[in-house]
C-alpha cells in the first residue's frame, strides 16, 4: 500500500458527460501527479501540483482540469467525455516538487466510457 | 529529446531463470533520474528504484540489481531466480529539468514467469 488512496476505483460514463476523479497523497506529500494509461498512448504525465499550486503541464487536454486543495486532495476533472477517453488514471504524490522525487502511485481510477 | 525506450514488448521465462528488462534513455541534460516501476497484474504502480546521473554504481536488493551506465545511456534490471510473483509490466522511467518534473515512461515489458 503506497498511502495514496483514489476514489472512485472504476467509474462508467456515456459520452459527452463530465466526472471528477479524487485523489489524496500520502501523508505530508506536497505534491499531486496525475498521469493516464492507456492502450495506445501508454502511461503520460499529465499534469502536476505542488502545495495547492499547478508546477508543471503535461499531454492534458483542455477537456480536463485539475486542482489541489488547501487539505492537499487533489480533483481531476474530464468533461464532455470521448470513447478515447476511456483509461487507466492514476494519481501520484511525492515529498516535494522537485524532479527526481520518487513518486508514490495511487491502485488508480478506471474510467469507461460508453 | 527526452525518451525512454523498452524494446522488449514481452519476455516469458520459466522460474528460476534470470531474466534482464532492458532500458534505454535519450536527454539532453547532465543531471536526470530513472526509475523503475513495478505493475501487477492488480494494476498499481509500484516503486522498485530511483537512480540519479552522477551516480553509476550498480546497486543490488535481494533478487533484484540495476546496471546503469551512461556511455551506453542504459539502464537495466535484472532478476535473478524468477518468480511467478514476478510477473507484471516493468516501467523504466526518466525525470529531468528538460521537462520540469515530467516523468516519462517508457512502453513498459511484460513479464511473465512461468512455473
Known amino acids: 500500500d503506497s498511502g495514496v488512496t483514489q476514489t472512485p476505483k472504476h467509474l462508467i460514463t456515456a459520452t459527452g458527460q463530465r466526472v471528477t476523479l479524487r485523489c489524496s497523497p500520502r501523508s505530508g506529500d506536497l505534491s499531486v501527479y496525475w498521469y493516464q494509461q492507456s492502450l495506445d498512448q501508454g502511461l503520460q504525465f499529465l499534469i502536476q501540483?505542488?502545495?495547492?499550486?499547478?508546477?508543471a503541464k503535461g499531454n492534458i487536454l483542455e477537456r480536463f482540469s485539475a486542482q489541489q486543495f488547501p487539505d492537499l486532495h487533489s480533483e481531476l476533472n474530464l468533461s464532455s467525455l470521448e470513447l478515447g477517453d476511456s483509461a487507466l488514471y492514476f494519481c501520484?504524490?511525492?515529498?516535494?516538487?522537485?524532479?527526481?522525487?520518487?513518486?508514490?502511485f495511487g491502485p488508480g481510477t478506471r474510467l469507461t466510457v460508453l | 529529446a527526452q525518451k525512454v525506450t523498452q524494446a522488449q514488448t514481452e519476455i516469458s521465462v520459466v522460474e528460476k531463470e534470470d531474466v534482464t528488462l532492458d532500458c534505454v534513455y535519450e536527454?539532453?541534460?547532465?543531471?536526470?533520474?530513472l526509475f523503475w516501476y513495478k505493475q501487477p497484474p492488480s494494476g498499481e504502480l509500484v516503486f522498485l528504484i530511483r537512480?540519479?546521473?552522477?551516480?553509476?554504481q550498480n546497486e543490488i536488493s535481494g533478487r533484484y540489481s540495476w546496471n546503469f551506465q551512461k556511455s551506453t545511456s542504459s539502464f537495466n534490471f535484472t532478476i535473478t531466480a524468477s518468480q511467478v510473483v514476478d510477473s507484471a509490466v516493468y516501467f523504466c522511467a526518466l525525470s529531468s529539468n528538460y521537462n520540469n518534473n515530467d516523468m516519462r515512461f517508457g512502453a513498459g515489458t511484460r513479464l511473465t514467469v512461468k512455473p
Open positions: 501540483y505542488y502545495n495547492g499550486e499547478e508546477r
Open positions: 537512480r540519479n546521473s552522477f551516480d553509476e
Open positions: 501520484a504524490s511525492s515529498a516535494s516538487g522537485t524532479r527526481g522525487n520518487e513518486q508514490f
Open positions: 536527454t539532453r541534460d547532465t543531471t536526470y533520474y
